[in-house]
């Protein structure tokens, strides 16, 4: 088990339980096996035959409390709390106490309870993950950062901890080194797509969409049918000016996938950049149909509707549902001032006012031109 091997340590416990079904050594091990491996029903079931045998066994206990407050039960943590107070508490005892309170994001307590689980088993990879989750939680992102590249220089296999790492340095600004992260953690685990979408999406922040088109590609040789795949390929030559590739690969997702929101609105992009309004607002307004509240297809199909004579009326009332839905999206609020700027500057003025509060450098500019432009007029 130590070694990794954990198929074989199952066979190992499972053999000497056979031999002596109230072997507690055996079982605590076993429970600890299927714990390691994600199995928490099997770990529970094991659990539950070793405290029938030893009531007041405070690892199993423990164990048991953790599973129950990670599903909810906030009454285990004052089990748990009692457990990890005892004098001759051990590692597990310490350990589930701060993946509880972590559970429960209670951060500050997460962190002092992980800290001395910490002390217990220096260097410990799961402890350090853990803590730099409840660092996180605490907003204390530098020294999260610190515990996630700790951890997985602890473990070395492991493609969580720099999984975790990366979206730190994504909330730090440091995108360059998030895509460095995101590649080390690939190397670990390179038939995990999660990763491998997620780095795409990443080059997407960078500006560097053909490693994007590289991530896309990967995926699809190891998943021919995934149409997340497909169309990640496709958004990711759209972004790098490929449109008649983007404009081939996004119709062969949408054949796959023929309501999908999102593959429609990519491909409207294209077939407006390549000068077909027509196809486009098709596209945009089948999206909007199947869901009037989503803020991409009211966006798109508002300012499309907008570049026609005469298209603000129905630009607006495209806009209203997403907006009702999502009143503080700073992009529907912008394009509903510009539809509002010829018929009504007063609401036109408030619905940039609150454009002028996005976080998108390129909305805010926007917004705060339209405000100057509708006191001047």
């Known amino acids: 088990m130590k070694q990794g091997l954990l198929k074989d340590a199952a066979i190992e416990f499972e053999r000497a339980l056979k031999q002596d079904p109230k072997d507690a050594a055996a079982l605590l091990g076993l429970a600890r096996l299927r714990l390691a491996q994600h199995d928490e029903p099997a770990a529970r079931e094991v659990l539950q035959r070793l405290v029938a045998q030893h009531p007041t066994h405070p690892e199993a206990l423990s164990h048991l ?4 407050a990670e599903g909810g039960d906030a009454r285990q943590l004052a089990v748990l709390e009692a457990l990890a107070a005892q004098p001759k508490a051990g590692f597990f005892e310490v350990v589930n106490h701060g993946r509880a309170l972590l559970a429960h994001h209670q951060y500050p307590a997460a962190i002092a309870a992980l800290e001395k689980a910490l002390a217990l088993q220096p ?28 951890a997985a220089e602890a473990s070395r296999t492991e493609h969580l901890p720099l999984l975790l790492a990366a979206r730190v340095q994504v909330l730090k600004d440091q995108v360059g080194a998030a895509l ?28 560097a969409p053909e490693p994007a088109i590289k991530a896309a590609i990967d995926i699809r040789l190891q998943q021919p049918d ?21 404009d081939r690969i996004l119709r062969e997702a949408l054949a796959k996938v023929p309501d999908n929101t999102m593959v429609r609105i990519a491909l409207a992009k294209v077939r407006r950049r390549m000068g077909d309004d027509a ?71 408030t619905h940039a006012q609150k454009a002028q509060a996005s976080t998108d450098k390129h909305i805010r500019e926007q917004a705060d031109r339209l405000v100057a432009a509708l006191a001047g007029k």
């Open 65 to 68: 409390a953790r599973l129950d």
């Open 226 to 246: 995934n149409a997340d795949a497909i169309y990640l390929h496709g958004l990711a030559s759209f972004v790098a000016g490929k449109d008649a590739d983007a």
């Open 279 to 349: 196809e486009a607002q098709k596209l945009l307004e089948a999206a909007h149909a199947s869901d009037p509240s989503d803020v991409g297809a009211a966006n798109d199909l508002a300012v499309l509707l907008m570049s026609k004579p005469g298209g603000a009326a129905n630009a607006r009332a495209v806009l209203a549902p997403a907006l009702k839905a999502h009143p503080d999206d700073a992009g529907l609020h912008l394009n509903q001032a510009l539809a509002l700027a010829d018929t009504d500057k007063a609401q036109a003025r």
């Open 180 to 207: 460095q992260t995101l590649q080390k953690a690939i190397l670990r685990s390179p038939r995990e797509t999660a990763l491998i979408r997620e780095f795409a999406t990443l080059c997407f922040v960078a500006g």
């Open 123 to 150: 260097g410990n990879a799961q402890t350090l993950t853990y803590l730099g989750m409840a660092l996180q939680g605490d907003k204390q992102l530098d020294r999260a950062l610190k515990r996630y590249l700790e």
